[in-house]
């Protein structure tokens, strides 16, 4: 089973804030992707990546910068949080040519007051 | 831009009813993927399905590519399959984008 590790769990920030979200996985996927879930909207992608030092803009990237370090490592920055960011957060990885199914982490609640 | 149709978007069983998830794509597709959430949030991966019909347990899962949709039965409900079911469309591009969910509650 493939691990995705996502921290912290749990984010309590305040308007204008600095807010890094972390993303490790090691199965070595190729592809990493961070979703925002908000009631009446599903997950809704945020940024993705098929390797390191590659970032693709996924469907609601305003306000969020990302960046994929490693095969490993993906990162959501929150340079100046507000309080419409508030959600859960959840990251995910993929081996595409492989099982092909996505694999994703426990999620991180983030709370902009 | 594409869209992903769940539907219904909520749904009460008494448990031992059966159910019928439907997932609909607006674009070509090589596959669905269904996920299962947890009331705590966590997410599981159900079916990955190309084509055809697939089972688990009580899960099955049918995809018809040509028509781009799938579906998610459930059978003999029990209260532990509360919760969310998501789809998510497998295509070309490596983007992978999700249906609302259809939010599922199961009495007993």
């Known amino acids: 089973e493939a691990a995705v590790t996502q921290s912290p769990r749990n984010k309590v920030t305040v308007t204008g804030g600095n807010v890094t979200l972390s993303c490790r996985q090691t199965n070595s996927h190729n592809y990493m992707y961070w979703y925002r879930q908000d009631t009446g909207h599903g997950l809704r992608l945020i940024h993705y990546s098929y390797g390191a030092g590659n970032l693709q803009i996924g469907d609601v990237p305003d306000g969020y910068k990302a960046t994929r370090t490693t095969q490993e490592d993906f990162f959501l920055l929150l340079e100046l949080a507000s309080p419409s960011q508030t959600s859960l957060y959840f990251c995910?990885?993929?081996?595409?040519?492989?099982?092909?199914?996505?694999?994703f982490g426990s999620g991180t609640r983030l709370t902009v007051l | 831009g594409q869209q992903v149709q769940q539907s219904p978007a909520s749904l009460v069983l008494q448990e031992g009813e059966n159910a019928e998830l439907q997932c609909n794509f607006s674009t070509s597709l090589n596959s669905m993927q269904w996920f299962y959430q947890r009331p705590g949030g966590s997410l599981v991966s159900l079916f990955y399905?190309?084509?055809g019909t697939k089972h688990s347990g009580r899960l099955t899962s049918t995809t018809v590519i040509k028509e781009r949709r799938s579906s998610l039965h459930i059978s003999s409900s029990q209260t532990t399959d509360s919760g969310t079911y998501l789809c998510a469309p497998d295509t070309n591009a490596y983007k992978v984008i999700f249906g609302k969910g259809t939010h599922l509650h199961v009495l007993p």
């Open positions: 995910a990885s993929r081996d595409w040519g492989g099982s092909e199914t996505l694999y």
């Open positions: 399905n190309p084509s």
